[in-house]
């Protein structure tokens, strides 16, 4: 079936340490997003990307990074960086972004937490 | 800034009741898209409906129902009978592609649908 593959479903880190949130489509989406979910608030853009080997920044890309070395694929990987990195995190992808009108597809997320 | 106003948190019916959800918006533009998802507990947002902004027409599908005013800002969602596996969080969203500004969300409602 095609989808979004997000893994692992739970993850902790410890302090100092440097974790990363796997993101698998087999839509042929072009483009993905990582998202922020805490409790009570929608969903805040981490990073975003349109294209293999580009990616841009959304409204929180303090003390994360992403890579987009293939289609299929967009990790994210939080850093010690991030203070408060306690989320839910959710990764989507379109068929394109620059229209702004296609759906995104999710994932069933990740939830990280302090140890 | 786009904006995205859901202003009930949480939501209580009891079976079969009919519930609206509302979703206000403020845009700049005069082109722009407006989605509901929902969000069931296994966390996976799922995509509901998209509404450009030249197509006022209200839209049916099965219980679901949404009614869309411009001259309110409006995008409303009303499940008519709900059941028990309506019990969720909606999330209403927009995107408006001419500014750069893609997947605005809404904080959600938080349905539950009470046997």
């Known amino acids: 079936d095609g989808g979004i593959t997000q893994s692992p479903k739970y993850l902790f880190r410890k302090e100092g340490q440097n974790v990363t949130l796997s993101c698998e489509q087999n839509l042929n989406h072009d483009a993905m997003y990582w998202y922020r979910q805490d409790p009570g608030q929608g969903l805040r853009l981490i990073y975003y990307s349109q294209i293999v080997n580009d990616f841009q920044k959304g409204d929180i890309a303090e003390g994360y990074s992403v890579s987009r070395e293939k289609k299929e694929s967009f990790p994210l990987t939080v850093t010690s960086a991030q203070k408060n990195p306690t989320a839910f995190y959710l990764c989507?992808?379109?068929?394109?972004?620059?229209?702004?009108?296609?759906?995104?597809?999710f994932g069933d997320g990740t939830r990280l937490s302090i140890l | 800034a786009q904006k995205v106003t859901q202003a009930q948190t949480e939501i209580s019916v009891v079976e079969k009741e009919d519930v609206t959800l509302d979703c206000v918006y403020e845009t700049r533009d005069t082109t722009y898209y407006l989605f509901w998802y929902k969000q069931p507990p296994s966390g996976e947002l799922v995509f509901l409906i998209r509404?450009?902004?030249?197509?006022?027409q209200n839209e049916i599908s099965g219980r679901y129902s949404w009614n869309f005013q411009k001259s309110t800002s409006s995008f409303n969602f009303t499940i008519t009978a709900s059941q028990v596996v309506d019990s969720a969080v909606y999330f209403c969203a927009l995107s408006e592609p001419y500014y750069g500004q893609n997947f605005v969300f809404g904080p959600g409602t938080r349905l539950s649908v009470l046997p």
């Open positions: 509404r450009n902004s030249f197509d006022e």
């Open positions: 989507a992808s379109s068929i394109d972004r620059g229209a702004g009108n296609q759906p995104q597809h």
